[in-house]
Nanobody, 126 residues
Framework: QVQLVESGGGLVQAGGSLRLSCAASGLTFSSYAMGWFRQPPGKEREFVAGISWNSYSTYYTTSVRGRFTISRDNAKNTLYLQMNNLKPEDTAVYYC???????????????????WGQGTQVTVSS
């Protein structure tokens, strides 16, 4: 049974930092591209960042580029999202997701991801 469990969310002031983690089990984590998505209050879920199975490639949505860093530790089956210089508009529930196909490239579309975590709340106060 595949499980993705996010942690590290919380309340932070604007300009602060948080590091999200996503612990994976039940799959060969090192074979799959991974992504972070978020759902702001009252809005649809959106792509934030993705990383290839071997960490060679990363991709970010424009609004977080230069502030967020996605990384992974395949030995620990864990995905990370380092978020710096947080803004109130970053407030959302953050989800990690596992791509559907092995050794696939990074996708921004939700339809390309099969497994999802339960989400972790990030709240940025102004």
């Amino acid at each position: 049974q595949v499980q993705l469990v996010e942690s590290g969310g919380g309340l932070v002031q604007a300009g602060g930092s948080l590091r999200l983690s996503c612990a994976a089990s039940g799959l060969t984590f090192s074979s799959y591209a991974m992504g972070w998505f978020r759902q702001p209050p009252g809005k649809e879920r959106e792509f934030v960042a993705g990383i290839s199975w071997n960490s060679y490639s990363t991709y970010y949505t424009t609004s977080v580029r230069g502030r967020f860093t996605i990384s992974r530790d395949n030995a620990k089956n864990t995905l990370y999202l380092q978020m710096n210089n947080l803004k109130p508009e970053d407030t959302a529930v953050y989800y990690c997701a596992c791509a559907t196909r092995r050794y696939a490239t990074i996708y921004s579309a939700e339809s390309e991801y099969t497994y999802w975590g339960q989400g972790t709340q990030v709240t940025v106060s102004s």
